[in-house]
């Protein structure tokens, strides 16, 4: 089996690899997530109880109110990792189905790292929370479906550009505003 000393890149990160990159003021480059949060997530996760992979892309786009939903192939590749750390179990199910259930080197690791996620969680949301409303969602995703279609049906002149972002400000302000 596979170890690792570390789940960050280096230095100058908040407990070992985890948290917010105090030399860049927060998550770089606008990602969701800093490196090693997803992991850290999903373990806290399955800490939780023992799920499935399709389970966990469920709940955590139930967390985010269906505004993020990590795809199958960000999921399988982190459960196998946590896996290969040790930090996880996989247990099969009917046949070939994979459960997944923290270890007692995850539950040590979760707890030597407790300030780390606690923070995650708060910022993540904590399950049971009241998704926004369907409305919302559905405005949210014609919006984003808009963008991206008009974005990748051919060359945006900087003009073009402007009205979109000025377009997508004003919306910003007035839902910062209700």
Known sequence: MMRH???????????????RDRHHGGR???????????RLL????????PRHGYELIKAIEERFGGSYSPSPGVIYPTLAWLDDMGYAAIQT?????KLYAITAEGEAFLAANRAAVDDL???VGESGSEPPPTSVLRAMHNLK??????????????????????????????????
């Open 42 to 49: 999903i373990l806290a996760m399955i800490a939780e109880e």
């Open 5 to 19: 000393g570390r789940w960050g890149p280096g230095p100058g990160r908040g407990g070992p690899g985890f948290g």
């Open 121 to 123: 969680l708060a910022r």
């Open 28 to 38: 770089r480059g606008g990602r969701l997530f800093d490196y090693g949060e997803l």
């Open 145 to 178: 479906m808009a963008v991206r279609l008009r974005l990748t049906s051919g060359p945006v002149d900087k003009a073009t550009a402007e009205r979109i972002a000025a377009a997508l400000d004003a919306a910003a302000q007035a839902v910062e505003k209700s």
């Open 93 to 97: 199910e009917d046949g070939n189905r």
